[in-house]
């Protein structure tokens, strides 16, 4: 049963309509708005954000693609259509603070933004939890049942080198009464998951191995029971890699919001 | 002063106006490059450079090599203070010149040279061994054939040879009250005849600074550049998080125009400027590039961390950033000889392929292995933009991808009315 039904998921236009003013606007992104398996992530952000009492909004049909993956190909005019249009469309609604559920949205709106003209504070999603986690406005209800369970964290491209964002989905993780085990190569030297510059979008040109079987296995290596992310295009990359090695039953691919929300029994 | 001396001195200014001639080629080949300014934060720039050239905090990423290079890099640079000596003496006919103004701390000093000489003599044979016996794979990648492959092996032989004369010469010194640490051990190897001690001494004393003088002009043609140019290249290190790719202004301004309600799209096109730049969208040659590229280019030693790291390589994918550094130098060395006459070449498809370029993740584990911050991203990027922008180039998926983002705001066909679905569905 699919308890985000019950919560109201508000969009700016209605918030606006209302003269509501959100706290920050949670930026959804494009796999977190159609993908199957991102949409879950999305719902967990939700249930968070709704049981912090943080007063969001979204934009739903306004939200458009930030243009990350046409920059990452070499297109500029699609990425910065796709930037102005956004802006404007920010700027309208006067947002100032922006949470995403993508590594990608992240740097984009964070760092490629403001030379367009648009200037916000935007955060990752598990800078916001751990924010959350911090100040208490978010509480696990004992460790969430990961007791004797090992996790090991895959980072984001985009969130860890990017942008040097290492400890927020860690220290969000430090709760759960699981063992954070690392993988050979992470945080700065955390392989790629094969994704990333708009690879998503294409076949990989040709070689002897898929990029993401090669960072799986680095995570398989671990026998951690769940490889954490923080990046709806790693996790669909690390749950093909998961399938390549036939470890469907033993290894999950989890999203650092859905084992946060689940911990959070919400 | 003999005729030692005047052919010294013929040498040694030969040495160093050739050495600067060819310095004075290299940054006029950097300069072709379009501007980019990295002249902000100085303070910052400063301290990077110190941190990871002087510092060489990056190096010991990996710790076996890293602390090895640390050792020759160490050598290398204080051992130079020698050179000083050494360069009076041939200009003047003393002998050792020092050693009567220093008294007893000259002993300390050429004491300290020689153990740091034979920390650089053991480091280069370990890398030599590493490079050629222990086959480290990073040096064996397909770039690494022929010309880069010699250049590496040359650097290390010539390295040992300096410091095996610079030992030698002191163990045959039979003109010096100092007994030297190092040197002295290797006194029971040489003959005890004065006449023959002497001939080993000078001829090792002239080995040395021939020796020297001949590295110092073999670096602009070598990947051993980089012990100029790393601090340069440092100091310029693009300091923006790594993730923050750069932004168009040429295409800023078309896109403004077509958000502008009040542009009149009939209106003649503005006067051109004389002076603007004729600019291209992304890069196809050397020049299309930032001087900073450039720079990073001629700094590049080859070490293969980048390649090593790279995603891309690792699965076997053309894909290598240490090429990509390769190949622009080799480009610009051409590009600047032909002094603007058209080869029929470029940098583009002569040199760096397609497949390179669109096996890239964009994941910056290049830039994050650099020991001195290159980015051999940049470069792919700006190839990139050429493809798509001037070229049209792009995989089937990518324009079915830049199709949907235009007409749907996601890179996938879903229509943007659904987007806030999933806040309804089960």
């Known amino acids: 049963m699919s308890d985000i039904e019950r919560i109201k998921v508000p969009t700016m236009a209605e918030m606006m309509a209302a003269g509501e003013i959100p706290e920050i606007l949670f930026w959804v992104g494009c796999a977190g708005s159609f993908d199957d398996r991102a949409k879950k992530i999305t719902k967990a952000i939700v249930k968070i954000l709704h049981n912090a009492g943080v007063k969001f909004a979204v934009l739903g049909a306004e939200e458009s693609c930030t243009g990350d993956p046409a920059k990452r190909a070499g297109n500029e005019f699609n990425f910065q259509m796709q930037a102005m249009m956004n802006i404007q469309v920010l700027d309208g609604y006067e947002i100032k603070k922006i949470v995403t559920g993508c590594p990608h949205c992240f740097n984009t709106l964070k760092n490629e933004y403001p030379e367009l003209g648009g200037n916000y504070e935007v955060i990752h999603h598990t800078q916001l939890i751990q924010d959350l986690i911090k100040s208490e406005k978010l509480t696990l209800k004992g460790g969430g049942g990961f007791k004797g369970k090992k996790i090991t964290f895959h980072d984001p491209c985009y969130l860890g080198r990017a942008n040097d964002v290492y400890e927020a989905p860690r220290s969000a993780m430090e709760k ?91 | 002063m003999g005729i030692s001396n005047i052919i010294f001195i013929i040498l040694f200014i030969g040495a160093v106006v050739w050495f600067a001639f060819n310095v004075k080629k290299i940054i006029s080949n950097i300069q072709l ?15 990077t450079m110190i941190k990871v ?179 340069p290249a440092t100091y310029y290190s693009n300091l923006l998080p790594k993730g923050q790719f750069t932004n168009m202004h040429a295409v800023t301004n078309e896109v403004k125009l077509m958000f502008d309600p009040n542009a009149d799209p009939y209106a003649a096109a503005p006067e051109p400027d004389p002076n603007a730049e004729v600019v291209r969208f992304g890069a196809k040659e050397v020049n299309d590039l930032t001087w900073k590229n450039l720079m990073d280019s001629y700094s590049c030693t080859e070490c293969g961390r980048c390649s090593s790291e790279c995603p891309a390589n690792q699965t076997g994918k053309l894909l290598s950033p240490r090429k990509i550094m390769m190949d622009t130098r080799d480009r610009l060395e051409e590009f600047g000889a032909n002094k603007g006459v058209d080869d029929g070449k470029s ?80």
Not at chain 1, 176 to 184: H, N
Not at chain 2, 122 to 135: A, D, K, P, S
Not at chain 2, 387 to 397: D, F, G, K
């Open chain 1, 176 to 266: 759960l009464d699981a063992e954070l085990v690392e993988m050979k190569r992470c945080k700065q030297n955390g392989l790629c998951c094969g994704a990333g510059g708009a690879q998503m979008f294409k076949e990989a040109e040709k070689g002897d191995k898929e990029i993401n079987v090669e960072r799986t296995g680095d995570a398989i290596d671990t026998q951690a029971n769940i490889i954490a992310t923080g990046c709806p295009f790693c996790n669909t990359m690390m749950t093909d890699g998961v399938k390549h090695f036939e470890k469907e039953a033993e290894v999950k691919v989890m999203d650092v919001a859905e084992l946060i929300a689940s911990a959070a029994d919400l």
């Open chain 2, 53 to 231: 050239a002087l510092g060489q905090s990056k190096m010991t990423a990996r710790p076996v090599a890293g602390l090895l290079h640390i050792v020759v890099y160490a050598g290398f640079v204080i051992i130079n203070l020698e050179m000083l000596e050494i360069v009076i003496d041939g200009i003047s006919g003393s002998h050792r010149v020092f050693e009567p103004l220093l008294g007893g701390l000259y002993s300390a000093f050429i004491n300290v040279f020689e153990l740091l000489a034979l920390g650089v003599l053991i480091g280069c044979v370990i890398f030599f061994i590493r490079r050629n016996i222990l086959r480290i794979p990073r040096f064996h990648k397909a770039e690494m054939k022929t010309w880069p492959k010699s250049d590496a092996n040359i650097i290390l032989v010539i390295e040992i040879l300096l410091m095996t004369a610079f030992l030698t010469m002191n163990a045959a010194d039979t003109n010096t009250s100092g007994n030297f640490l190092v040197s002295s051990g290797l006194k029971g190897f040489l003959p005890i005849d004065e006449n023959s001690l002497y001939l080993i001494e000078r001829s090792c004393w002239w080995f040395h600074i021939l020796g020297v003088l001949g590295f110092l002009n073999y670096l602009p043609y070598s990947k051993h550049f980089h012990i100029l140019l790393a601090f």
């Open chain 2, 33 to 47: 490059g379009r501007k980019v300014d990295r002249s902000d934060n100085t303070g910052l720039r400063w301290k």
């Open chain 2, 347 to 426: 940098l583009l498809h002569d040199y760096i392929t397609t497949e390179e370029l669109r096996a890239c993740t964009t994941c910056n584990a290049c830039t994050q292995a650099c020991p001195i911050n290159l980015d051999p991203l940049s470069i792919i990027m700006e190839m990139r933009r050429y493809l798509i922008m001037e070229e049209s180039n792009a995989p089937q998926e990518w324009n079915g991808m830049a199709t949907n983002i235009e007409n749907n705001g996601a890179p996938w066909q879903f229509a943007q009315a659904d987007r806030l679905n999933w806040a309804t569905e089960e």
